[in-house]
């Protein structure tokens, strides 16, 4: 690994996230950038989310002791996990692309909020980014580098389907957004921040960077 701050990186209050499972420190790029696994240094440094409620780990997924239902729950930023059960949940017919069982991910999300990551960029490039997500209704969002834009707004296409009749199974609609954008990275510490920027009600699974052969 690199791991050499950039000099806005040694400004930056929060740190890598880490805990019993995760314990590799920074994702690394190229790679999965998973969504869960924002930084710590809470509301306004690591993450902004309009309330201070998880609605899921805790809430949707009550509290029971297990790692999957009280993933982060005293923090505000919404996260649930992929379900493969019976009736289908998350693994249905209605998948454009299937997600991982069990795969935490960022949800209930609202225009405005954001979360931000610290990452190791192994190698200076171009990268191409893409998106594992769910979208009943379309988005935008965006993709910063070092607290400055990177990609502009990123339309997010539907996942709805008025072939599935269970109405709330619209936010359960898995699709993977590839070449979504391209960004240059220097190599080392750098941070990442997602926005939601318009409609919300996505689910973010993860951002995929792949370094583009120059």
């Known amino acids: 690994m690199s791991c050499q701050p950039t000099k806005k990186q040694t400004e930056y209050a929060g740190k890598p996230f880490h805990d019993s ?3 590799a420190g920074p994702q690394t790029i190229p790679g999965k950038l998973h969504c869960e696994y924002y930084d710590f240094g809470g509301e306004g440094i690591a993450f902004h989310d309009e309330d201070s409620v998880n609605s899921g780990s805790g809430a949707l997924n009550p509290a029971n002791g297990t790692y999957l ?3 982060r729950m005293n923090e505000a930023v919404d996260i649930s996990y992929t379900k493969f059960t019976e009736p289908p949940i998350d693994s249905t017919i209605y998948n454009l692309v299937q997600p991982e069982k ?11 909020e954001w979360t931000k990551y ?4 192994i190698e200076t490039g171009t990268y191409n980014l893409g998106l594992m997500y769910t979208s009943n209704k379309g988005g935008k969002i965006s993709v910063s580098v070092n607290d400055a834009d990177a990609t502009g707004p990123i339309d997010i296409p539907t996942t709805f389907n008025e072939a599935d009749t269970v109405a709330w199974r619209q936010w359960h609609h898995w699709n993977y957004l590839g070449n979504m954008a391209e960004i240059k ?7 990442i921040t997602l926005h939601t920027i318009e409609n919300g009600d996505m689910n973010y699974d993860y951002i995929s960077f792949d370094r583009i052969n120059e």
């Open 185 to 191: 990275l220097e190599k080392g510490l750098q941070t």
């Open 21 to 23: 499972v995760y314990q």
């Open 118 to 121: 610290t990452v190791d960029v």
């Open 102 to 112: 069990n795969q935490l991910y960022v949800g209930w999300t609202k225009p405005g």
């Open 69 to 71: 239902h009280e993933f």
